[in-house]
């Protein structure tokens, strides 16, 4: 079964505490995997799109990596405004339209 | 600016009764989408449109009925046949799914509460 499990659920930072959140997927063929921000009652925020296994790429104070079966989302020296909810999502081969979303990593970053 | 815009942003339905959620996009984008958040939860698919006059029942369809009947628009009706529709709705876009890495842009999202 095609599953993205997200952790941690919620991780509490200082401010300038480097962190990384991880997402781990079990699909049938990879076509994209996806980071998202979400801020509180609001839709989630286009991050990043990762490709191949080994590709890496960069925003600001956060960077995502991809290997065959699981990405990262590596925060360095975070800020309070980079809280929020990050979410996974991945583009399965097996169906066109098939994404599929994890729960989120909730985080807050404290001044 | 292009994007997607949701309207409205607060909605309450008492019981019985339809409602429906617009959702509208600039973007040029050929395919639109609607997902249902609940807490806890990871957005789950309810329809999905890839061109004009053409939609699809996702993950979680029954209760729910939708209409593309023009590129740049995709409403959601929730019936009173959804026993639980309080949540956060959310549409999304995309260029084309049939190509591998396509992203989805989401919009702001409706949060609807029965009454």
């Known amino acids: 079964e095609d599953q993205v499990t997200q952790s941690p659920e919620a991780l509490r930072l200082q401010e300038g505490e480097s962190s990384s959140l991880n997402c781990s997927y079990t699909v049938s063929g990879l076509r994209g995997l996806f980071w998202y921000r979400q801020d509180p009652g609001k839709g989630p925020e286009f991050l990043f799109t990762l490709y191949s296994a080994g590709e890496e790429k960069e925003k600001e104070r956060l960077k995502a990596t991809l290997t065959k079966k699981e990405s990262f989302l590596h925060i360095t020296a975070p800020k309070p405004e980079d809280s929020a909810t990050y979410l996974c999502?991945?583009?399965?081969?097996?169906?066109?339209?098939?994404?599929?979303f994890g729960t989120g990593t909730r985080l807050k970053v404290l001044a | 600016d292009g994007g997607i815009t949701q309207s409205p942003k607060y909605l309450f339905r008492k019981e019985g009764q339809n409602v429906t959620l617009s959702c509208e996009q600039n973007l040029n984008h050929d395919a639109m989408y609607w997902y249902r958040q609940d807490p806890g939860q990871g957005l789950r698919l309810i329809y999905y449109s890839q061109i004009v006059n053409d939609f699809q029942k996702g993950d979680i369809a029954e209760g729910y009925s939708v209409s593309r009947e023009k590129k740049e628009s995709f409403p959601l009706t929730v019936t009173s046949a959804q026993k639980n529709p309080t949540a956060f709705y959310l549409c999304?876009?995309?260029?084309?799914?049939?190509?591998?890495?396509?992203?989805?842009?989401f919009g702001p999202g409706t949060r609807l509460t029965v009454l």
């Open positions: 999502a991945v583009q399965a081969s097996a169906g066109t339209y098939k994404y599929i």
């Open positions: 999304a876009s995309s260029i084309d799914p049939g190509t591998s890495g396509d992203t989805q842009y």
